[in-house]
């Protein structure tokens, strides 16, 4: 079965095509919108990569110049199903769905909720159904992993009525990244996932925490949406709610405006003045105290979560570090776990520093609870969900 994966941002697609074995093209169609989109794409078999700048104003554009020029490159002739990452799929779906039309209305009622997602992901399930009419498509939803988290860790004590009314409470995000990395540190550990207890961190550019109790989350650090929990590259993770209005009374600002302060102006970028990327504030940090204080904060939140999980869960077998940040700094990993030998967790410097971009244990043999770094797949995961639920409905 050949099965393409979707991600529709809102200006950009990111694809992968697997036949049965391999990821056989993956690319990213960027700054869909104008004159001067860039296509690139990589056969990681072949070791081909190709970047283009073309035109794309428009989603559907991208879908059809991927399925008419880009995925041919591959040899691959016929796609057999789709699969596309949806960030919201509210509180009605547990699982990947194949999707209908009620499907399609439950995602444009998730809007309000993600506004920068959803109707990006809904124009690719759109251009799909034209292009490429007879092959289902299957919604795999960021939130689905985490209808399993307890009422009391979901709802926010706020009047409940806003619960009920506009359905406020915790949604979780990154679902499938968590599901891939919990699958992965049961292989790596040879024990069956219905056995182990962890804590994955997805430290990206976007950043969340889960606790995961046998096979399921318990408790993650995002919330209602993408910006609760530790601190990212540019929003503020969880802070005093009642900075906001205050804020928004002293600088004479709307709601909107206060909510782009929160999102794009904050976290790394907020700190540092410099950037969201971590390498650069890891490259300024001896030189620029803000840099610093960027870096030590990050790392401050990430460790108050996972201490959080490690009480709730009572103790736990693995912590997994994973995403930009997550597999690739040794650095922000050794921050993290600093001074927690009393609590079971003793990282082994060599492996830790030598464990960048791959997947290895990097805890010491004395550490109680291991240690991983894995490389985050969600592309794998959503190719694996389609496929076990085409295979069901046939
Ligand atoms: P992601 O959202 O998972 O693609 O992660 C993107 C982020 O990973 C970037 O913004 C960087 O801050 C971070 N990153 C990537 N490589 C490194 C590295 N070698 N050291 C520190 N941070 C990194």
Same mark, same amino acid.
């Given at each position: 079965m050949n099965i393409l994966v979707l991600n529709c941002g809102s200006s950009s697609i990111k694809f992968a095509?697997?036949?049965?074995?391999?990821?056989?093209?993956?690319?990213?169609?960027?700054?869909?919108?104008?004159?001067?989109?860039?296509?690139?794409? %990589?056969?990681?078999?072949?070791?081909?990569?190709?970047?283009?700048?073309?035109?794309?104003?428009?989603? %559907?554009?991208?879908?059809?110049?991927? $399925?008419?020029? /880009?995925?041919?490159?591959?040899?691959?002739?016929?796609?057999?199903?789709?699969?596309?990452?949806?960030?919201?799929?509210?509180?009605?779906? =547990?699982l990947?769905?194949?999707?209908?039309?009620?499907?399609?209305?439950?995602?444009?009622?998730?809007?309000?909720?993600?506004? /920068?997602?959803?109707?990006h992901h809904l124009a690719g399930i759109n251009a799909i159904e034209n292009f490429l009419p007879k092959i289902p498509n299957i919604a795999v939803f960021d939130t689905a992993f985490f209808q399993t988290i307890p009422i009391e860790a979901a709802i926010y004590p706020l009047p409940y009525k806003?619960?009920?009314?506009?359905?406020?409470?915790?949604?979780?995000?990154?679902?499938?990244?968590?599901?891939?990395?919990? /699958?992965?540190? @049961? %292989?790596? /550990?040879?024990?069956?996932?219905?056995?182990?207890?962890?804590?994955?961190?997805?430290?990206?550019?976007?950043?969340?925490?889960? @606790?995961?109790k046998y096979g399921k989350s318990v408790d993650t650090s995002m919330g209602f949406t993408p910006a609760a929990g530790?601190?990212?590259?540019?929003?503020?993770?969880?802070?005093?709610?009642?900075?906001?209005?205050?804020?928004? $009374?002293? %600088?004479?600002?709307?709601?909107?405006?206060? =909510?782009?302060?929160?999102?794009?102006?904050?976290?790394?970028?907020?700190?540092?003045?410099? =950037?969201?990327?971590?390498?650069?504030? $890891?490259?300024?940090?001896?030189?620029?105290?803000?840099?610093e204080l960027a870096f030590k904060i990050f790392c401050y939140t990430v460790k108050k979560y996972i201490c959080a999980y490690l009480g709730i869960l009572n103790g736990v077998d693995a912590i997994i570090f994973s995403a930009g940040i997550g597999e690739n700094s040794y650095l922000v990993r050794k921050e993290v776990l600093k001074d927690m030998d009393k609590l079971g967790i003793i990282l082994d410097n060599k492996s830790n520093e030598s464990c960048v971009g791959k997947d290895g244990i990097i805890s010491s043999r004395k550490s109680k609870i291991k240690v991983l770094s894995i490389r985050t797949d969600e592309e794998v995961m959503i190719a694996m969900f389609t496929k076990k639920l085409v295979q069901k409905e046939n």
């Open positions: 095509l697997f036949n049965e074995e391999h990821k056989i093209i993956k690319g990213l169609i960027e700054r869909i919108g104008g004159n001067d989109a860039i296509v690139n794409y %990589e056969l990681p078999q072949k070791n081909v990569k190709y970047k283009n700048v073309v035109s794309i104003p428009t989603h %559907e554009v991208g879908i059809k110049i991927l $399925i008419e020029e /880009l995925l041919p490159q591959s040899g691959i002739k016929n796609v057999n199903a789709v699969g596309h990452r949806v960030v919201h799929g509210g509180d009605k779906y =547990s990947p769905v194949i999707v209908n039309d009620d499907v399609k209305k439950d995602i444009e009622e998730c809007i309000p909720m993600a506004p /920068l997602h959803n109707p806003y619960y009920e009314k506009y359905k406020i409470k915790k949604y979780g995000f990154h679902g499938t990244s968590h599901y891939y990395l919990m /699958l992965k540190t @049961a %292989e790596i /550990l040879r024990k069956k996932v219905e056995k182990i207890k962890i804590i994955t961190c997805h430290l990206g550019n976007g950043s969340s925490i889960s @606790a995961i530790v601190m990212m590259g540019t929003r503020t993770g969880d802070i005093d709610p009642e900075i906001v209005p205050y804020i928004q $009374i002293l %600088e004479g600002i709307t709601p909107k405006e206060a =909510s782009i302060i929160l999102n794009k102006q904050s976290g790394l970028f907020g700190i540092s003045g410099i =950037s969201n990327d971590m390498r650069k504030i $890891i490259d300024e940090m001896k030189k620029n105290f803000r840099a």
